[in-house]
């Protein structure tokens, strides 16, 4: 039996938190932003996103997709996905963009 699973995030201003917009199956959901920085100044470099997905009831999983609802993504990784739990990293900050993190099954 197929269960939709899935988040939608609101990310908005930098420097903002993430607001989920709709999700199905899920337990709990969040998410850390990473900093880089020179050493020496502090300067600030960039930025990345880790999202972890824990789900309600196990899901046959299969996939996981990632839709920017037509705009833009950075890269991304998933890192991790079992029938129990997602884990999502987006290589650079994500600015006023809606993402959908799906699980197919």
Partial sequence: VS??????????QEDSTPVIADSKNLWRTTW????????ETGRRLGKSWA???????????????????GQSL???????????SAVVI???DIVNKVVTINVEN
């Fill in 74 to 84: 950075p890269a991304y990784n998933v890192v991790d996905a079992n029938s129990k």
């Fill in 32 to 39: 850390f932003d990473y900093h880089f920085a020179e050493k």
């Fill in 51 to 69: 999202v972890f997905l824990v789900f309600e009831k196990p899901v046959p999983e299969k996939q996981v997709t990632i839709n920017g609802h």
């Fill in 3 to 12: 269960m939709p699973t899935f988040v939608t995030i609101q990310f908005n």
């Fill in 90 to 92: 987006f290589q650079e």
